[in-house]
């Protein structure tokens, strides 16, 4: 590679960061001023409600601090997933800004995987792999959250049923489970407990919390939570049979983990397999596995190769992840 093309990717890179910088500065002080406006109408706007209708929690939905891309972001759905995917994950970042983190990680990848490569082909590998990371490791937040949550979760049940079982009303022991039982639990009841507090129906307060934590134990919680306020029924004996539904759940799960430990090791080894072999050759025999780099024919068939282990990888994982 020329060092004609280092120094354009590395001007491009630099002029691109130049120009968001000084768009931020400048677009800084309209932000504040539309953010004002927002708000002022936002409270004239609760100001002139009739008493009987709900009242609706404000809550900051920006996806990006510069106005303009906020904007055109607000028209694509997927971006609002997003938001929801960092929200979930626990990561205090915007969608648009994981974007620009997305594009910069693409971009930097890409430079380095065609200065050692070579070839255009893995300039645009590099690309796709550093755009996808920041978003693979939001995931791997998001479902390591859940998955605590998820061990918590029945905990924060029994402590929710000794509270209702003590005399307490259910809103306050929404309080005592936010101050009791660790996170993440903690923080996702204390947004439950803060949003009926602030005038939410309990109803939509919990439907709130089933979008927040889409798992299937949150909605077998507010489901019987729901049904107990609208038919009655002893709630602290409803939530014991909960917990232990729960309980249950976790050692089928387990033992399903225990039945298919063989496929995942066999995915271990078939996806490390192959970038094992092509370093131990580099290291043994580089004149034998350097055309795979350098002829045209290698470059085909890695990318093959890496598709055909990407295919892999989906089916192998959807055979052995087992819904219980």
């Not at 039982?181 to 089933?210: H, W, Y």
């Amino acid at each position: 590679m020329s060092p004609a093309f280092l120094i354009s990717a590395l001007v491009f890179v630099l002029v691109s960061a130049g120009i968001f910088v000084a768009f931020r500065i400048f677009d800084k002080r309209s932000e504040r001023a539309r953010l004002l406006r927002d708000r002022l109408a936002a409270v004239q706007k609760a100001a002139e409600r009739v008493p009987s209708e709900e009242l609706a929690l404000l809550r900051d939905e920006m996806l990006s601090e510069i106005p303009a891309l906020d904007s055109l972001l607000r028209r694509s759905e997927r971006v609002g997933n997003l938001q929801t995917l960092l929200s979930q994950a626990d990561l205090d970042i915007r969608a648009g800004n994981m974007l620009l983190l997305c594009g910069g990680s693409g971009i930097v990848f890409a430079v380095i995987a065609f200065s050692v490569g070579g070839a255009i082909i893995f300039g645009w590998l590099g690309l796709l792999l550093g755009a996808f990371l920041p978003y693979s490791y939001a995931s791997y937040r998001r479902s390591k959250r859940f998955q605590k949550f998820e061990e918590l979760f029945p905990e924060a049940i029994d402590t929710l049923a000794r509270a209702v079982r003590a005399g307490h009303a259910f809103t306050t022991a929404l309080e005592l489970i936010a101050n009791e039982v660790a996170e993440p639990i903690a923080s996702e009841f204390r947004k439950l407990f803060e949003e009926q507090k602030f005038g939410l129906p309990v109803r939509d307060a919990l439907i709130n919390l089933t979008q927040r934590v889409p798992l299937v134990d949150v909605k077998f919680f507010v489901t019987a939570v729901m049904l107990q306020r609208e038919t009655g029924g002893n709630l602290a004996e409803i939530l014991d049979n909960l917990s232990y539904v729960i309980r249950e759940r976790f050692k089928i799960m387990r033992q399903v983990r225990v039945h298919t430990a063989q496929g995942r090791l066999t995915m271990v080894l078939l996806m490390s397999l192959p970038p094992v072999i092509v370093m131990v050759m580099l290291v043994m025999s580089p004149n034998f596995i350097r055309p795979l780099f350098t002829d045209p024919l290698g470059h085909t068939l890695v990318v093959a190769g890496i598709a055909l282990q990407t295919v892999g990888y989906f089916w192998i994982r959807k055979v052995i992840r087992i819904q219980v």
